[in-house]
């Protein structure tokens, strides 16, 4: 592979690069070594990375600089350039930013596979990006250098400029050929924070204008020369086998090319294959299919929490425990709340459909898809067609969301998408989930049962706490399994509460992990989408009975090591300290607080209820993300991130089952929130810090719907445990 | 499959479909005018919204024998159009879109809005953009950049 003596790296042909690199993803598997969710604090081990994989000077100057992750919203596909360009002195309006494909080189520099997820974009890789860029800055002072015979210490870069030290100038554009032959550095030194720029400042996303006027292409606008539209009938119930179906009445629909049974990841299925969308769909919608369910399990939500909240009065496998779990015992009742949550399950409805194009011939294939796991998603290709990783180019598409749902272990998209390319050699086809074929598809976040039993000291604080979660584990199965199910509990159903930050004293959590036939996926957030919840609502509660402020109680109870949920709390009580204590009739100010990712947020809404809703009016937010690399786009992060939350207190926003079938079809049935159910405004605050940088896209998400509810409390004296929100 | 007389973006096209085919696809597929997005399929979302004879319209669930003459507008002509053109520009400069999937609706919604309205409250807002969904949740930005338009436009 790629090495970081790769020489040409400004003119580095990037498909003899990827050939060269692809050859190591066969063992990735071997090497999986994902970080903890909630602790993306590693240092990136020590690699220096091949510029000639990142950066392509081009002789008029512009900087193209691959990025190694999907862009989906988050924002990264500005981020990483900024902290490149930014050690590059290269000329920001110059820079152009690709998503790279997939290859190990552009794997994440702590999970070692390539993918999104857990927030872990910038916290992975803020060094890498920066130190690419410092290495290429240094190549081309030394071929400046070289060629005016000066010193490199004599040379000073600006705004892809070297200038020498006798007024010689040199754009970037003209020294990449000879920088291209230099070796590269083995250490760099970095800028200090001072220095720096563009990290720091404002920036506006690079991929605003194509967004804008509808150029930008997405996976689902991939359009190939003889491509093919194809739809997949799934089974009604997860897991059932096709029993027949009308195979004429959908080819006589003119357009059809092809209709069969296949073999899906759960189950079987028909696949309707047409030269438009209309005819496909127009196929699949006659083709009278019946299904075989009686084999597999009908999953229903009813009988579900019923069962849960069975196994939630028991003691599940222990996730945490600290001081002694009988101390409850001589708590008196009146000291005690016993409270019981009910969580559904949640779809993520990205809003571009998902879907995957395949092209399959002899010699290889070639994938486009916005995916959140390249490498699972190449190999899973690879599988179905019997050939070996590199043999599958795999192009990272600009994607429409994804929120986890474009991070699947098993890859189920894709090996449809390469299971009907696979009968069709040389014709690209492309996949496409229906909306519906999403909202009831499966993948969700799992429904969660939590019990919990808390005990309140003479001080009005918890002194002792038991809780008990029950739910479906997101990993068992998948390649994760090894690393984040231990003792049988899987840490994302427990994380939030096991590692809380509030200082319990006698603290014992537990979980069960029943199985269930209903594929399961993280959604934004993961665990802490129901765990901050019932943390946050409590915790109000508690506040609520001791009669003490609510940002007070929490910075009383706050362990002394939770800087920056301190710092966060400290800094909302001060932005929110003039209207905070002034709402008053029928407006009440709710609050919450919690770390995930390694990101701390502290929010408070003010709501009223209108027509049995809740109103947002205001949300502010005061996060601590470290060093901020592009404030703005933490600013929109905060601000669509808890708008992303408020899915799970919509009234329709719940997937439920009934004997085995989804229930809801489209957003008609599961309806996230629209611009008049979104707060009005959302003013974000920054804590400001020079410490490593940590996630933004996922920490705003648990806040919001605990604040929201807590407010409601405070305005109806009733407590809110159960998602989504019934009418006020 | 019949022959339609279709007026796009000012510039006439004849496309041969099937009569039930939603304008949507249309567009994107025989057009190949990929800007305008599928997202729904049941005018649930808005981001297939086009302007048809000057009503913004779901082009998702409008079949292409319904269209007649009335012509129709998509995002790729709004650079082109004197409120459209500062729209995209105050999207660009609010820094309103992430994904961006549904932006090509909400942008074809906000157009609308400001030629009906020129100087639209937060309610005329919240009921021209109501339709209009956004999963990455930038409603606040989308606020602020009708009303940064509507300012420049006056």
Redesign the interface.
């Not at chain 1, 409805?349 to 459909?353: I, L, N």
């Not at chain 1, 996230?672 to 008049?676: A, C, S, T």
């Not at chain 2, 820094?95 to 090509?104: A, F, L, M, P």
């Given at each position: 592979m790629a090495t970081a003596t790769t020489p040409n790296f400004l003119e580095v042909n990037r498909r003899t690069f990827l050939r060269m690199s692809g050859a190591a993803a066969r063992g990735l598997f071997l090497s999986l070594h994902l970080a903890e969710p909630g602790h993306a604090r590693q240092t990136p081990k020590a690699q220096a990375y091949p510029p000639a994989a990142f950066i392509h000077v081009r002789s008029d100057g512009k900087i193209v600089i691959q990025v190694n992750r999907l862009e989906?919203?988050?924002?990264v596909q500005t981020a990483l350039p900024m902290l490149l360009a930014d050690e590059m002195d290269a000329d920001w309006s110059q820079v152009i930013a690709e998503l790279a494909p997939a290859a190990d080189v552009y794997s994440d520099p702590i999970a070692g596979i390539q993918m999104v997820g857990g927030s872990g974009s910038i916290a992975h890789s803020f060094e890498q990006y920066r130190q690419l860029g410092a290495s290429a800055r240094a190549m081309l002072i030394a071929a400046a250098a070289a060629q005016w015979n000066v010193m490199p210490e004599q040379c000073r870069t600006e705004a892809s400029v070297v200038y020498g030290p006798n007024s010689q100038s040199a754009k970037y554009g003209e020294l990449a050929e000879s920088a291209a032959k230099l070796p590269v550095p083995e250490s760099v030194q970095l800028k200090k924070e001072s220095e720096l720029h563009l990290s720091g400042k404002n920036t506006?996303?690079l991929?605003?204008?194509?967004?804008?006027?509808?150029?930008?292409?997405?996976g689902?606008?991939v359009?190939l020369p003889g491509m093919k539209?194809a739809l997949v009938a799934h089974p009604p119930v997860f897991g059932a086998r096709v029993k027949s179906f009308n195979a004429d009445a959908a080819r006589a629909i003119?357009?059809v090319r092809d209709v069969f049974e296949m073999p899906l990841v759960r189950g079987t299925g028909v696949a309707v294959v047409a030269d438009?969308?209309?005819?496909a769909k127009?196929a699949r919608d006659r083709l009278q299919a019946e299904w075989n369910t009686a084999s597999v399990e009908h999953p229903d939500t009813a009988q579900l929490f019923s069962k849960y909240r069975e196994l939630a009065r028991t003691a599940g496998n222990i996730a945490m425990t600290r001081g002694s779990a009988a101390s409850m015992d001589s708590i008196p009742s009146s000291k005690r709340i016993l409270a019981e949550y009910e969580f559904p399950f949640l779809a993520h409805?990205?809003?571009?459909?998902l879907n995957t194009t395949v092209r399959f011939d002899s010699s290889g294939a070639e994938v486009w898809a916005g995916s959140q796991f390249q490498t699972f998603d190449q190999m899973a290709v690879a599988e179905v067609l019997g050939l070996k990783a590199e043999q599958v180019t795999f192009h990272t598409e600009?994607?429409?969301?994804?929120?986890g749902r474009r991070a699947v272990a098993d890859s189920h998209v894709q090996r449809e998408a390469a299971t009907i390319a696979k009968r069709l050699p040389g014709i690209p086809v492309k996949l496409i989930w229906?909306?519906?074929d999403d909202v009831q598809g499966g993948y969700y976040r799992p429904m969660f049962v939590h019990r919990v039993d808390v005990g309140i000291g003479a001080d009005g604080m918890p002194i002792a706490w038991r809780h008990v979660i029950v739910g479906q584990s997101l990993v068992a199965g998948t390649p994760f399994a090894a690393r984040l199910i231990k003792d049988g509990v899987d840490a994302t159903a427990v994380e939030g509460v096991a590692d809380t930050a509030y200082a319990i004293q006698n603290f014992y959590v537990s979980a069960h992990h029943p199985e269930i036939n209903v594929p399961v996926l993280w959604w934004r957030s993961v665990g802490h989408t129901h765990t901050a919840f019932v943390m946050e609502t409590l915790i109000d509660e508690l506040a609520m009975r001791a009669k003490t402020d609510p940002i007070a109680y929490r910075l009383k109870l706050l362990s002394p090591d939770a800087k920056k949920l301190r710092a966060c709390l400290t800094l909302l009580r001060e932005k929110t300290a003039s209207w905070r204590d002034s709402a008053t009739g029928n407006r009440a100010v709710g609050v919450a607080s919690h770390e995930s990712f390694g990101t701390g947020v502290a929010c408070a809404v003010e709501v009223s209820v209108e027509n049995k809703r809740p109103k947002i009016h205001r949300a502010v937010i005061a996060v601590d993300p470290g060093f901020a690399v592009n404030p703005?786009?933490i600013e929109?992060?905060m601000?669509?991130?808890?708008?992303?939350g408020?899915t799970q207190v919509m009234p329709k926003g719940a997937i439920t089952l009934k004997d085995g079938r989804v229930e809801q079809r489209?957003?008609?049935g599961y309806t996230?929130?629209?611009?008049?159910d979104?707060?009005?405004?959302?003013e974000v605050h920054i804590v400001p810090s020079s410490e490593k940088p940590t996630g933004c896209g996922e920490p705003p998400v648990p806040v919001i719907s605990p604040a929201i509810v807590n407010a409601l409390s405070r305005l109806t004296g009733k407590r809110y445990r159960s998602l989504p929100l019934a009418e006020i | 499959?019949e022959t339609f007389k279709l007026t796009v973006n000012c510039q006439q096209k004849d496309v041969t479909?099937?009569p039930?085919?939603?304008l949507l696809?249309v567009l994107?597929?025989?057009l190949?005018?990929?800007?305008?997005?599928?997202?729904?399929?049941?005018a649930?979302?808005g981001?297939c919204t086009v302007h048809v004879g000057g009503v913004p319209t779901r082009s998702c669930v409008l079949p292409i024998s319904l269209v007649g003459e009335r012509p129709v507008v998509?995002?790729?002509a709004?650079?082109n159009d004197t409120i459209g053109r500062v729209v995209?520009e105050a999207?660009?400069?609010e820094?309103?879109?992430?994904?961006?999937?549904?932006?090509?609706g909400q942008?074809m919604s906000a157009v609308a809005l400001l030629k009906a309205t020129p100087k639209p409250t937060?309610k005329d807002?919240?009921e021209s953009?109501?339709?209009?969904?956004?999963?990455?949740?930038?409603?606040?930005?989308?606020?602020q950049a009708i009303k940064a338009a509507a300012r420049q436009l006056g």
């Open positions: 989906f919203g988050q924002g506006r996303r991929d605003s204008r194509g967004k804008c006027n509808g150029s930008q292409k997405f689902l606008d359009d539209v003119s357009g438009r969308f209309w005819a127009q409805t990205p809003m571009e459909p600009m994607a429409g969301g994804g929120f229906t909306r519906e703005l786009s929109s992060q601000q669509g991130g808890v708008t992303f408020m489209n957003w008609d996230p929130p629209y611009i008049n979104a707060p009005v405004t959302v | 499959m479909v099937d039930s085919t939603p696809w994107r597929e025989d190949k005018m990929s800007g305008t997005k599928y997202g729904c399929g049941i649930a979302c981001a998509t995002i790729e709004m650079s995209e999207w660009v400069s820094d309103v879109v992430q994904c961006g999937y549904c932006q090509s942008i937060d807002i919240e953009m109501g339709g209009n969904l956004c999963r990455c949740g930038t409603y606040v930005r989308i606020r």
